[in-house]
């Protein structure tokens, strides 16, 4: 079993930066891809990104490539996503999740079914 903890979510401008943090327990989070979602209300889960176990391979949803950077410090267990230049349709619960699967490419992490952990989110609120 694995427990994430999000954080470093909040209220912020358009335009504006946050970083979230994504602690996860255990001795396995070296070998656990990991990913970001977000969820607004009335909405569908939606990819964000995604990172492989070594951090050596990421993937990004479109709408955010450029401007959000996943990363991950395998030492301290935790996984980040810097997010800049911030839209109010960006306003939602970000998720972390974790993957035990194994899959060559990174890209079929961006689907919510291939992930076994899930966090209970961190709030983003972008205010225009």
């Known amino acids: 079993q694995v427990l994430l903890v999000e954080s470093g979510g909040g209220l912020v401008q358009a335009g504006g930066s946050l970083r979230l943090s994504c602690a996860a327990s255990?001795?396995?989070?070296?070998?656990?891809?990991m990913g970001w979602f977000r969820q607004a209300p009335g909405q569908d889960r939606e990819f964000v990104a995604t990172?492989?176990?070594?951090?050596?391979?990421?993937y990004y949803a479109d709408s955010v490539k450029g401007r959000f950077t996943i990363s991950r410090d395998n030492t301290n267990n935790t996984v980040y996503l810097q997010m800049n230049s911030l839209k109010p349709e960006e306003t939602a619960v970000y998720y972390c999740?974790?993957?035990?699967?194994?899959?060559?490419?990174?890209?079929?992490?961006?689907?919510?079914?291939?992930?076994?952990?899930w966090g209970q989110g961190t709030q983003v609120t972008v205010s225009s």
């Open positions: 990172i492989s176990w070594t951090g050596g391979s990421t």
């Open positions: 999740a974790a993957s035990r699967r194994k899959y060559y490419g990174v890209t079929a992490y961006q689907y919510a079914n291939e992930y076994d952990y």
């Open positions: 255990g001795r396995k989070f070296g070998t656990y891809a």
